[in-house]
């Protein structure tokens, strides 16, 4: 119903940069009580990496992420965006953004998001 793309993955050296995006194909998506970032790596369960409302009042990141990445939104375009710095191989996944319209649930559990994008790789080289 609600369709989520992300852009901007790629291969980058180890303490490079990359952005990525999510565009929604409706509004709808950005009624959505939080917006997110997970990732998964082979043989890994998917991970919560960052989350933000939809004021941009309160965002969330993963411990191991912080001070490196940011995640932002822009209602008006329908899309979210995550920047990450300093990246390491251990960033290495494909990143998934998901929008949760129900509210109070937790943010970083992916059962509770309604929409998912299909994903964009990330490599991390050494």
């Known amino acids: 119903q609600v369709q989520l793309v992300e852009s901007g993955g790629g291969l980058v050296q180890a303490g490079g940069s990359l952005g990525l995006s999510c565009k929604a194909s409706?509004?709808?998506?950005?009624?959505?009580?939080?917006m997110g970032w997970f990732r998964q790596a082979p043989g890994q369960q998917r991970e919560f990496v960052a989350a933000i409302t939809w004021n941009s009042d309160n965002t969330n990141y993963k411990d191991s992420v912080k001070g490196r990445f940011t995640i932002s939104r822009d209602n008006a375009k329908n899309t979210v965006y995550l920047q990450m710095n300093s990246l390491k191989p251990e960033d290495t996944a494909v990143y998934y953004c998901?929008?949760?319209?129900?509210?109070?649930?937790?943010?970083?559990?992916?059962?509770?998001?309604?929409?998912w994008g299909q994903g964009t790789q990330v490599t991390v080289s050494s």
């Open positions: 409706s509004g709808r998506a950005f009624s959505a009580d939080v």
């Open positions: 998901a929008a949760k319209v129900s509210g109070g649930v937790p943010y970083s559990v992916s059962i509770y998001y309604d929409y």
